[in-house]
């Protein structure tokens, strides 16, 4: 049974500077909550309720976040505000969080390196910090139960468009009669387009034997001069290596990198579209602005415009930005 997970969340987070200058990226909000507390809700929600963050410099208000708060506690007890207390304290009595500090960023292989002793010799998850799955599916216990059933190591795979490859490790598979998932004959990590051999992306969600970390400490720096989880694999899923091979299950559901501005964007307004508190009048105002956007077209330049206090919108109450 697997009740260990890894969560690597040293990135620097530069694809979303300045905002990650002082802020973990980790902790940028989706709506009201940081995006690794979805990912630590999903590893929790798979039965892993021991999870090792692997952490950096300048990223001690990740701890913070999974800790008690005694005074901001006290303070929402005195003012009776019972859903802010239960929210705050949900954080710090999700799972049974150990933390490790990552002194140098040397890649994503390495971060994992990190947590071999914490594993101990069983299999584990390794979930990455800003890739969020849709928490309505159970791709973490298809993967559990991939890796049950092979033995090996199993990766989340997603197609995606051929010009996307270069920006994920990709995989070659082969079917597996019978199973939900494939075998992975190949692995390479961001291949330009050309060269890629399919259009099946690795995801941020694996679950691995052990064997992974002897391989991971034979490991070259890769792609970037960083220690690739990818190449590794790549080494167990050659045939008659160690480890019982490599896996993937497929997934087709709705996945964000919040890592990347873009897909950021859409996260937030995606989750906040479907909360009971607020969802129905979002989705008003954004079918008004859209509209008005419409409308308006290249004459916001001329003064037009609904950011300004004039033309289209004449009073701050009546604009949908208001
Ligand atoms: C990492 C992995 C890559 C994987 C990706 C998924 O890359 O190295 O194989 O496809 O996560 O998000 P990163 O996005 O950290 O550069």
């Known amino acids: 049974m697997i009740r260990k997970a890894v969560i690597p969340a040293a990135g620097l987070g530069t694809r979303f500077l300045p905002a990650t200058k002082a802020v973990p990226k980790e902790l ?19 039965g892993l309720e021991d999870i090792l963050m692997i952490t950096g410099r300048d990223k001690g208000a990740l701890e913070d976040h999974f800790d008690r708060s005694p005074q901001l506690e006290r303070i929402l007890e005195c003012k009776g505000d019972v859903t802010k207390l239960a929210a705050v304290r949900q954080a710090s009595e999700l799972a049974d969080l150990h933390y490790l500090r990552q002194g140098e960023p040397l890649g994503l292989g390495h971060a994992v390196l990190m947590a071999e002793k914490h594993i101990d010799n069983e299999p584990f998850a390794v979930l ?9 599916e159970d791709l973490l216990a298809r993967m559990i139960e991939a890796q049950a059933i092979s033995g090996g190591s199993v990766v989340a795979l997603m197609e995606v468009d051929p010009e996307q490859i270069s920006a994920y490790g990709c995989a070659a598979v082969d079917v597996v009669p ?39 400490s034979r490991t070259k720096p890769g792609r970037g001069c960083e220690i690739q989880l990818t190449d590794a694999l790549q080494s167990l899923a050659v045939a008659g290596s160690t480890g019982n091979g490599v896996f993937g299950v ?18 937030v307004v995606t989750i906040a579209l479907e909360r ?10 954004m079918q008004e602005i859209v509209d008005i956007s419409e ?28």
């Not at 009971?276 to 105002?285: A, I, Q, S, T």
């Open 28 to 46: 940028l909000p989706v709506v009201d909550k940081p995006a690794v507390q979805y990912v630590v809700e999903e590893a929790v929600r798979a």
């Open 128 to 136: 990455l910090g800003d890739d969020l799955i849709d928490e309505r």
């Open 178 to 216: 019978g199973q939900d998932y494939v075998r992975i004959t190949g692995m390479v990590e961001k291949p330009e387009q050309e060269c890629a051999p399919s259009n099946l992306a690795v995801i941020g969600r694996y679950v691995l034997h052990p064997e992974i970390f002897a391989e991971l």
């Open 250 to 267: 497929i997934y087709n559901g709705r996945r964000f990198d919040t890592g990347d501005k873009f897909s950021y964007i859409k996260a």
């Open 276 to 285: 009971d508190d607020f969802g129905r009048e979002l989705r008003k105002w």
């Open 295 to 322: 409308f308006s077209g290249p004459s916001y330049m001329s003064g037009n415009s609904p950011f300004s206090n004039s033309g289209v919108f004449a009073s701050k109450e009546a604009s949908p930005y208001g």
